[in-house]
């Protein structure tokens, strides 16, 4: 029966959560859950509630934890990873420094500064993780749930084409229950078709199974209503400028793009809800809270440990379908091995995948809305950097992806990014091994004394154009 390598397993939401859906699913009854975590009390925590869990239900589970990842990873059929490098320590770095800058972020774990760091934090762990699985066990199937999602993902492509991965997120199955409560149709009953990139794919398709109708026209005339707007402002303003609806809440697509929290102003219009309806580090000052609240508890002691219907996470579903061979569809980040025609050939992009007994079957989307992919190879440009980056150890790349990013842009002069960027390095120093001994470059501003003489230098082609403008503007006539 399969051997499934949990890596991360101290994550008390995710991997409780999967196990749960594990447990609940008949095809995988029998499966030895290996939990791998490098924190030890976390990690026995974990196991004990999973004990309980197959003891109160009869299960035929096996368990067993170790600290070792090698040991987790030895001729596994399945491994999930759920890591975050740094934890809360290295969060609070993400969301604090760029904020003095003015970066202001809501999440912070996928794009912009925080998400970038996180990245760089997390893909000499990833490397590690892949080069174990090379030699311990080259056809086992890799679940990735570590974000950043898409540079994540990436990496992955990047550092091996031989083992098999999938990015999985539940941005696409969430927004699907709220897209039907708008539209008051049962889930089952809406056929669609969503692409794009991680946090940022595009519901292209909308419409009734049972009788063809094309639902975007009353989607998009509801968002027009104050009663539908104010619940997805950002969203619903992207749906109405670029005409399609997005997969990640306010306070997630903010960040991604320019336009809604760069300035007081526009916070005040579009990010006035709480928590992840953009309030400014929502999702850091939650984990902060829950932090504080069970550092020191074991919250899973009192846990009920009924397994009942499985989550509408990904994981247990591929499981199953590859071991029964029963097709199975779904949303999944990928290597864009011709997958969207324009976006770059080797980024994540998140188009639909079936799995079967065979393995990963992404399908073919063609080409996204022109304005749709600008928006994604915004991010993807921002991505490709901070992989180079952190396959590099070039804090140089680092530099350019902060810059590139574009709430940053909108709020950071270079020299400033160039600031922010090496007071994050240094602080995060413990948890980037590849950037040892090195520093952001320095380039200290240059002063222009008054009544500096200039070098002389071949008169500007578009200088003379100006000077033309100049003599007809002093001229007599």
């Not at 993400?94 to 500064?113: A, T």
């Not at 990047?158 to 897209?179: A, E, N, W, Y």
Request: charged fraction near 20%; glycine fraction near 8%; proline fraction near 5%.
């Amino acid at each position: 029966m399969p051997r499934i390598a949990m890596i991360g397993a101290g994550s008390q939401v995710f991997c409780k959560t999967l196990s749960m859906d594990i447990f609940a699913t008949p095809a995988l009854a029998g499966s030895e859950i290996r939990l791998m975590s490098r924190t030890k009390p976390k990690l026995d925590r974990m196991e004990a509630f999973l004990r309980r869990v197959v003891a109160d239900n009869h299960l035929d589970f096996e368990i067993s934890s170790t600290l070792d990842r090698r040991e987790a990873l030895r001729d596994a059929d399945y491994v999930i990873c759920m890591i975050q490098v740094g934890g809360l320590d290295a969060y609070s770095l993400d969301y604090e420094i760029p904020l003095r800058y003015g970066v202001d972020q809501c999440i912070g774990d996928s794009l912009g500064p925080g998400g970038i760091f996180r990245g760089l934090r997390t893909i000499p762990v990833l490397a590690d993780l892949m080069r174990d699985m090379a030699e311990l066990c080259p056809n086992a199937l890799l679940l990735n749930y570590a974000n950043p999602m898409a540079a994540c993902c990436l990496a992955l492509g990047r550092m091996s084409h031989d083992i098999q991965f999938i990015g999985l997120c539940h941005g696409v199955q969430t927004t699907m229950d709220l897209i039907a409560g708008y539209l008051d149709l049962p889930k089952e009953q809406i056929d669609f078709l969503c692409a794009g990139i991680n946090h940022m794919a595009w519901f292209l398709k909308l419409s009734d199974k049972l009788t063809g109708e094309d639902l975007y026209p009353r989607f998009r005339a509801d968002f027009e209503k104050p009663e539908y707007y104010a619940n997805e402002k950002v969203r619903g303003e992207v749906m109405r400028q670029f005409g399609y609806f997005m997969t990640e809440s306010t306070g997630h697509l903010s960040e991604y793009i320019p336009w809604f929290r760069a300035s007081q102003r526009a916070l005040d219009l579009y990010c006035d809800e709480p928590s992840f309806g953009g309030e400014s580090g929502a999702y850091y000052k939650y984990c902060q809270m829950l932090d504080g609240k069970y550092r020191d508890v074991d919250y899973l002691a009192s846990e009920d440990s009924t397994v009942g219907r499985r989550s509408v996470e990904y994981c247990s579903y591929i499981l199953e379908a590859h071991e029964t061979d029963r097709v199975f569809r779904l949303q999944g980040n990928v290597r864009n091995d011709g997958y969207i025609d324009n976006l770059p050939a080797g980024c994540c992009v998140e188009v639909p995948v079936y799995v079967d007994r065979g393995g990963l079957h992404p399908a073919k989307v063609g080409a996204l809305p022109p304005q749709l992919a600008a928006l994604n190879q915004s991010n993807v440009s921002v991505q490709t950097l901070a992989v180079e980056a952190g396959l590099t150890g070039d804090p140089e790349h680092i530099v350019h992806a902060v810059a590139m990013d574009p709430l940053t842009s909108a709020v950071c002069t270079l020299a400033e990014v160039r600031a922010m960027v090496s007071e994050m390095l240094e602080a995060q120093r413990a948890w980037l091994p590849q950037f040892a001994g090195k520093s952001v470059r320095a380039t200290p501003a240059i002063s222009i004394p008054a009544g500096l003489k200039r070098v002389d230098v071949p008169l500007d082609p578009a200088l003379a154009i100006v000077h033309r403008f100049a003599e007809l503007a002093q001229r007599q006539v």
